[in-house]
């Protein structure tokens, strides 16, 4: 029902910046709620249709693998952050990763 939720009010919000906050904010609650696989999907769909390529939304995932303790995946996530040349401690929710 929280997913419903959620893409109903991404594809009802038309900013980039909304629709990002959305998504970490999903990424966030389901990595809370130990479901690491659902977060990720999210965050996937999020970054291929344009608004997850952010700081935050790359930090919630990052929160969710740790918290889950996929600390590989974590690291991995991390570092392609790093890779991108952005700094992962900027946290603006309208930082673009690409």
């Known amino acids: 029902m929280a997913i419903?939720?959620?893409?109903?009010?991404?594809n009802r919000e038309r900013?980039?910046?909304?629709?990002?906050?959305?998504?970490?904010s999903m990424i966030s609650?389901?990595?809370?709620?130990?479901?690491v696989e659902l977060a990720k999907?999210?965050?996937?769909?999020?970054?291929?249709?344009?608004?997850?390529n952010t700081v935050y939304a790359y930090s919630a995932l990052i929160s969710a693998y740790a918290k889950s303790?996929?600390?590989d995946?974590?690291?991995k996530l991390f570092e392609t952050i790093k890779i991108s040349g952005r700094h992962p401690k900027t946290y603006y929710?309208?930082?673009?990763l690409s």
């Open 15 to 24: 900013r980039r910046t909304e629709q990002g906050k959305f998504a970490s």
């Open 4 to 10: 419903q939720c959620f893409e109903f009010a991404v």
């Open 73 to 75: 995946d974590a690291i």
């Open 29 to 35: 609650v389901l990595g809370r709620l130990g479901n």
């Open 93 to 96: 929710a309208d930082v673009d």
């Open 69 to 71: 303790g996929l600390c």
């Open 41 to 52: 999907k999210v965050f996937e769909t999020a970054v291929n249709q344009g608004y997850g």
